[in-house]
């Protein structure tokens, strides 16, 4: 039974994986978002779980990424591919709200916002003992059993570190001939079960109340223009370089239009007389202080040419 039992929670584990979407289409124009894990402060609630098997903020954030993809208001990362992202990066999935740390996170994961929930009342209490049934460290009883959750969820813009959403949110469950005890590190060991009692139903309330909550996106200012202006350079075998990147405000994906300077000579010399607008060409791969590019319009272009920002926008 104890094995049933744990095999049911890895089912559950398995089935919350959820991907960005199923449908690429459906994702079109919708707002992309990263669910951190979640951080436990509450006291009775940490010592509750302070022996589970299972980490109970990674296990919310599951909870709310689910809750998330069933909204259906917003494109969601996999939390599997969040925690190995970040885990490559050297980078903690917690949940403190730290400006620096939420932009770099949000760049590495391309998401547009990050969500973080910190869980401060976390409650328990069960009366009554009548008969009941002990399935390998969780013992079922008859009796009645409450739970209350409170948490506070906060929606963080990945670009400038800003708080664009919070909200408070509290459930409580009961169930009467119902009671859970537990013993040393087998509780918690399986989620499936977790979700099935009183406070498992309380924190999925708790989850969607937050979640049914957010708007259907978040404004978001268009990011100032980059005026910037630089030097074309031809590599071997015709690849377009720039020396310029992200330390100039450049990102994969900016067209770039390319001038060449025109000339007269008078007196001996060579005047710069003004310009002549040549072609676009789109960064491809931007490093911090250099940039690749393809071309997008125009031909011919030489090493010496000008790029700038602007001067026509996307293709």
Do not use: C
Not at 22 to 37: F, T, Y
Not at 199 to 226: C, D, H, S, W
Request: glycine fraction near 16%.
């Amino acid at each position: 039974m104890h094995k049933a039992i744990r095999g049911l929670g890895l089912a559950f584990l398995l089935g919350a994986v959820v991907f960005v979407l199923a449908d690429p289409a459906a994702a079109q124009g919708k707002q992309s978002i990263a669910v951190m894990k979640f951080t436990v402060s509450a006291g009775s609630g940490y010592n509750y779980w302070h022996s589970a098997s299972w980490d109970l903020g990674s296990g919310m954030a599951e909870m709310t990424t689910t809750a998330l993809v069933e909204a259906g208001k917003f494109k969601v990362l996999e939390r599997q591919q969040i925690e190995g992202v970040l885990g490559e990066q050297n980078l903690g999935d917690s949940g403190r709200v730290d400006p620096a740390t939420a932009a770099k996170i949000g760049k590495i994961l391309g998401a547009q916002f990050l969500l973080y929930g910190t869980v401060d009342e976390f409650e328990y209490s069960a009366a009554g003992e009548g008969g009941g049934v002990r399935i390998g460290g969780i013992r079922l009883r008859g009796g009645e059993a409450k739970a209350h959750i409170g948490m506070d969820v906060r929606v963080v813009n990945a670009v400038t570190g800003e708080i664009v959403f919070s909200t408070r949110s509290t459930a409580d469950a009961s169930r009467g001939g119902f009671k859970v005890g537990y013993s040393g590190s087998d509780f918690g060991a399986d989620m499936g079960t977790f979700q099935k009692t009183p406070l498992g139903e309380a924190t999925r309330q708790a989850i969607m109340n937050a979640i049914g909550k957010l708007p259907g996106q978040f404004a978001v200012e268009a990011p100032p223009p980059v005026s910037w202006s630089g030097q074309l350079l031809v590599a071997e075998g015709g690849t377009l370089v720039i020396k310029a990147g992200t330390k100039d405000g450049l990102r994969v994906g900016d067209v770039l239009t390319v001038y060449r300077p025109k000339t007269v000579t008078a007196g001996g010399q060579t005047l710069v007389v003004g310009e002549d607008r040549i072609g676009k060409i789109r960064l491809t791969s931007v490093g911090e202080s250099a940039s690749s590019a393809e071309v997008i319009e125009g031909s011919g272009f030489k090493t010496g040419d000008t790029v700038k920002t602007g001067g026509g926008g996307a293709a």
